[in-house]
Nanobody
Framework: QVQLVESGGGSVQAGGSLRLSCSAS????????MGWFRQAPGKEREGVAG???????NYADSVKGRFAISQDNAKNTMYLQMNNLEPEDTAMYYC??????????????????WGQGTQVTVSS
């Protein structure tokens, strides 16, 4: 079992920045995938960014150039730096993980472990 805890959400004006953190309980698998997802009211959960243990990353087209995903393996912590935020970025943000695989999918259905979510609200 892996426990994930997000932090760093909040309310900002358009153009502002936030940094989300996802702290994971320790695990022993050599391979794992981690990702950030978001869900706005009435919309399906969507992938924002993902990262594997080697540091390879992927991003949704809507956030490329504005968001950056990173990790600190020693701290079992993943981050999402969000710059130039837009009202369309308003959503509940979740971190997710799947262990024991070197193949990472951008689909939320691929992930097994989820955090409780942190709210991001961007006003115009």
């Amino acid at each position: 079992q892996v426990q994930l805890v997000e932090s760093g959400g909040g309310s900002v004006q358009a153009g502002g920045s936030l940094r989300l953190s996802c702290s994971a309980s320790s695990y022993r698998y050599d391979n794992r995938c981690m990702g950030w997802f978001r869900q706005a009211p009435g919309k399906e959960r969507e992938g924002v960014a993902g990262i594997d243990k080697s540091g390879s990353t992927n991003y949704a087209d809507s956030v490329k150039g504005r968001f950056a995903i990173s990790q600190d393996n020693a701290k079992n912590t993943m981050y999402l730096q969000m710059n130039n935020l837009e009202p369309e970025d308003t959503a509940m943000y979740y971190c997710a993980a799947r262990l024991g695989t070197a193949y990472c999918s951008s689909s939320w259905r691929f992930y097994v472990y989820w955090g409780q979510g942190t709210q991001v609200t961007v006003s115009s």
